[in-house]
């Protein structure tokens, strides 16, 4: 959240230095006599058949060869990749060629099944023959090959692109397998059996339409569910020559598990922030003057003395700055009286200009200590974390989510469990990090592997996961964005329920991070989910007319109106909708908090 109003946009940093990657060696450009071309309109004759481009079109002028060649252009938040899919044999070598133009550009090769290859020019000014080489894995049949730039510089151009090596085998993918049962549940898991297939040398798992895992017998356990969520599944065979149709669907309902969370929030809550310590464009508004229809109301914000002492305070709104603010008397009866009408008043800590990096343990002791002097001063009920900026980053070996090193990540996570322990069951955890720091991290987290990447790449991820147990309220602010990839592969961007829809989805669906399936980050329980928009175009970029909230709300709680993108479920308890801010809210005339109403009664 801001408090002067000015866009924020984080942007990918790089040098060149850092860009460095191990050199690759290139196989011979001589084919051998079986082997072909296997790219298709690898010279984009064509236009853009066969490829799937987020910023790409097809020019006559520059070309390598021919009447047409790629030109891309990279934004901020995005590098402009063209990728296209090709089938290849098993255990067979191929030759990854191309001819680029422009800084920065890349061709390579994932899905391998050996090790991915990718090979780079620095400058081209003019065109420059990229090759890199690839050894297939004993189960591979198909590989993406990609091109692409880097953020936010010019745009580059690929021409004659071509793949050589072995076309696919001329074989018949197996049947379709049969048999297909979920023989048991939990709240998180479901474990699925099926017949074998003859030829069949591994199974691909679908839920809800997706490809979740390769399974090498004929059982499998899906993880990462949601509690009483009902998911539909399917199994194809897989050998040499392809997949297989799907089998039949099964339906598997996952069981209710533990509540988690606050138990007494309503089933769908309005979340708000108050500017409790400025002002802002939209003036100052007394918490007694809340309306009843917020249940979470977020007094921002809590601010560092120094961005790596800790020590956090709150300082109330001066009577120069706010000419109408209550006296704390006042202030402390008006958050009694909420809390007796069952909603919840929280300290947020951060905002935009509230840097805090936990870099020490006696940063963290300190901000255990300091934040529960906040809390117990004026009887909150709990806590929520708006890090932003420059306040969580990875260390480069700081690669797994799940067992994460960087002392700012862990020193936080440590606070954050001891003061959930110090308040008990009804403490109220929520956060509220940019999409930067969570879905960018589907595709990038942290340095990344050549290095290059910004570290605040998925920087939030550890830190939820640690703490999902904990988590009350989940509400990414989905604005203030760049375009961000979906589970579509797909770029969205902010200004539609589109956005939202394909955010949200991630949160509920789960995502493997940084591409990697075997690095899953599992989906977060519906209830622990709000949707963050601006309140109105003054409270910040990417606000939607209230038809379009209703529109993301119909598709995430009915799956009905999505558009094109395909949600991975229905989730009916999604929990509601958080904003920046009350103050905003009040000076377009309650338009958001009137639309929640609408909607949920």
Same mark, same amino acid.
């Given at each position: 959240?801001?408090?002067?109003?000015?866009?924020?946009?984080?942007?990918?940093?790089?040098?060149?230095?850092?860009?460095?990657?191990?050199?690759?060696?290139?196989?011979?450009?001589?084919?051998?006599?079986?082997?072909?071309?296997?790219?298709?309109?690898?010279?984009?004759?064509?236009?853009?058949?066969?490829?799937?481009?987020?910023?790409?079109?097809?020019?006559?002028?520059?070309?390598?060869?021919?009447?047409?060649?790629?030109?891309?252009?990279?934004?901020?938040?995005?590098?402009?990749?063209?990728?296209?899919?090709?089938?290849?044999?098993?255990?067979?070598?191929?030759?990854?060629?191309?001819?680029?133009?422009?800084?920065?550009?890349?061709?390579?090769?994932?899905?391998?099944?050996?090790?991915?290859?990718?090979?780079?020019?620095?400058?081209?000014?003019?065109?420059?023959?990229?090759?890199?080489?690839?050894?297939?894995?004993?189960?591979?049949?198909?590989?993406?090959?990609?091109?692409?730039?880097?953020?936010?510089?010019?745009?580059?151009?690929?021409?004659?692109?071509?793949?050589?090596?072995?076309?696919?085998?001329?074989?018949?993918?197996?049947?379709?397998?049969?048999?297909?049962?979920?023989?048991?549940?939990?709240?998180?898991?479901?474990?699925?059996?099926?017949?074998?297939?003859?030829?069949?040398?591994?199974?691909?798992?679908?839920?809800?339409?997706?490809?979740?895992?390769?399974?090498?017998?004929?059982?499998?356990?899906?993880?990462?569910?949601?509690?009483?969520?009902?998911?539909?599944?399917?199994?194809?065979?897989?050998?040499?020559?392809?997949?297989?149709?799907?089998?039949?669907?099964?339906?598997?309902?996952?069981?209710?598990?533990?509540?988690?969370?606050?138990?007494?929030?309503?089933?769908?809550?309005?979340?708000?922030?108050?500017?409790?310590?400025?002002?802002?464009?939209?003036?100052?508004?007394?918490?007694?003057?809340?309306?009843?229809?917020?249940?979470?109301?977020?007094?921002?914000?809590?601010?560092?003395?120094?961005?790596?002492?800790?020590?956090?305070?709150?300082?109330?709104?001066?009577?120069?700055?706010?000419?109408?603010?209550?006296?704390?008397?006042?202030?402390?009866?008006?958050?009694?009286?909420?809390?007796?009408?069952?909603?919840?008043?929280?300290?947020?800590?951060?905002?935009?200009?509230?840097?805090?990096?936990?870099?020490?343990?006696?940063?963290?002791?300190?901000?255990?200590?300091?934040?529960?002097?906040?809390?117990?001063?004026?009887?909150?009920?709990?806590?929520?974390?708006?890090?932003?900026?420059?306040?969580?980053?990875?260390?480069?070996?700081?690669?797994?989510?799940?067992?994460?090193?960087?002392?700012?990540?862990?020193?936080?996570?440590?606070?954050?469990?001891?003061?959930?322990?110090?308040?008990?069951?009804?403490?109220?955890?929520?956060?509220?990090?940019?999409?930067?720091?969570?879905?960018?991290?589907?595709?990038?987290?942290?340095?990344?592997?050549?290095?290059?990447?910004?570290?605040?790449?998925?920087?939030?991820?550890?830190?939820?996961?640690?703490?999902?147990?904990?988590?009350?309220?989940?509400?990414?602010?989905?604005?203030?964005?760049?375009?961000?990839?979906?589970?579509?592969?797909?770029?969205?961007?902010?200004?539609?329920?589109?956005?939202?829809?394909?955010?949200?989805?991630?949160?509920?669906?789960?995502?493997?991070?940084?591409?990697?399936?075997?690095?899953?980050?599992?989906?977060?329980?519906?209830?622990?989910?709000?949707?963050?928009?601006?309140?109105?175009?003054?409270?910040?970029?990417?606000?939607?007319?209230?038809?379009?909230?209703?529109?993301?709300?119909?598709?995430?709680?009915?799956?009905?109106?999505?558009?094109?993108? =395909?949600?991975?479920?229905?989730? =009916?308890?999604?929990?509601?909708?958080?904003?920046?801010?009350?103050?905003?809210?009040?000076?377009?005339?309650?338009?958001?908090?009137?639309?929640?109403?609408?909607?949920?009664?």
């Amino acid at each position: 959240m801001d408090r002067p109003r000015r866009t924020r946009s984080v942007l990918v940093v790089i040098t060149a230095a850092l860009l460095a990657v191990p050199g690759i060696t290139a196989l011979s450009s001589a084919a051998r006599a079986a082997d072909a071309d296997l790219t298709r309109n690898g010279g984009f004759e064509s236009g853009l058949d066969g490829w799937s481009c987020t910023a790409g079109t097809t020019v006559g002028s520059p070309v390598h060869s021919g009447g047409a060649a790629l030109q891309a252009t990279p934004a901020g938040s995005d590098n402009a990749q063209c990728a296209q899919t090709v089938t290849v044999q098993p255990d067979a070598q191929y030759t990854l060629s191309g001819y680029v133009r422009g800084s920065y550009v890349y061709l390579g090769a994932s899905g391998t099944g050996t090790t991915d290859v990718s090979t780079w020019t620095q400058s081209a000014p003019d065109w420059q023959r990229l090759t890199t080489s690839f050894r297939t894995g004993p189960a591979t049949t198909e590989v993406t090959l990609y091109t692409h730039g880097w953020y936010g510089t010019g745009a580059y151009y690929a021409d004659d692109i071509s793949l050589v090596g072995p076309g696919a085998s001329t074989g018949q993918p197996p049947a379709a397998p049969t048999g297909l049962t979920v023989t048991a549940v939990t709240s998180s898991t479901a474990t699925l059996s099926w017949s074998a297939v003859t030829g069949a040398t591994s199974y691909a798992v679908y839920r809800d339409g997706t490809k979740v895992q390769t399974a090498s017998g004929t059982s499998a356990t899906v993880t990462g569910l949601s509690p009483s969520t009902a998911y539909g599944f399917q199994v194809a065979a897989v050998n040499a020559a392809g997949e297989s149709a799907r089998s039949a669907a099964v339906t598997g309902t996952t069981t209710a598990g533990s509540s988690g969370g606050t138990p007494d929030l309503p089933a769908h809550a309005l979340v708000g922030y108050l500017h409790a310590s400025f002002a802002n464009g939209s003036g100052y508004t007394r918490l007694a003057d809340v309306p009843d229809s917020w249940d979470v109301i977020d007094l921002a914000f809590g601010e560092p003395t120094s961005a790596t002492s800790g020590d956090i305070r709150f300082t109330r709104c001066p009577v120069t700055e706010c000419p109408n603010v209550e006296s704390d008397a006042d202030f402390k009866a008006a958050i009694k009286a909420k809390q007796a009408a069952g909603k919840k008043v929280l300290i947020s800590i951060g905002g935009q200009n509230g840097q805090v990096q936990l870099t020490t343990t006696a940063a963290r002791d300190a901000f255990v200590s300091s934040v529960s002097n906040i809390i117990e001063t004026y009887g909150l009920d709990g806590l929520d974390i708006d890090f932003e900026g420059h306040s969580l980053s990875l260390n480069a070996d700081d690669i797994d989510f799940r067992n994460p090193k960087t002392p700012v990540i862990v020193n936080l996570i440590s606070a954050l469990k001891t003061l959930k322990a110090r308040y008990g069951a009804k403490f109220v955890l929520t956060m509220a990090p940019e999409t930067f720091f969570v879905q960018i991290g589907y595709q990038y987290y942290g340095t990344g592997k050549w290095g290059g990447q910004d570290p605040r790449c998925g920087a939030y991820l550890p830190v939820i996961h640690a703490l999902r147990d904990d988590l009350t309220l989940l509400h990414v602010q989905d604005y203030n964005s760049g375009p961000i990839m979906g589970l579509d592969n797909q770029y969205h961007s902010m200004g539609g329920a589109d956005f939202h829809i394909a955010m949200t989805d991630m949160l509920l669906t789960g995502f493997p991070v940084a591409g990697d399936a075997n690095n899953v980050f599992p989906p977060l329980r519906p209830d622990q989910v709000a949707i963050g928009m601006p309140a109105s175009t003054n409270a910040g970029n990417g606000h939607v007319a209230p038809a379009e909230v209703v529109k993301t709300l119909d598709c995430l709680t009915k799956r009905s109106g999505c558009g094109s993108y =395909p949600t991975h479920g229905t989730w =009916p308890g999604l929990r509601g909708l958080m904003t920046w801010s009350v103050n905003w809210d009040r000076y377009s005339n309650w338009e958001f908090q009137k639309t929640f109403d609408g909607y949920f009664g």
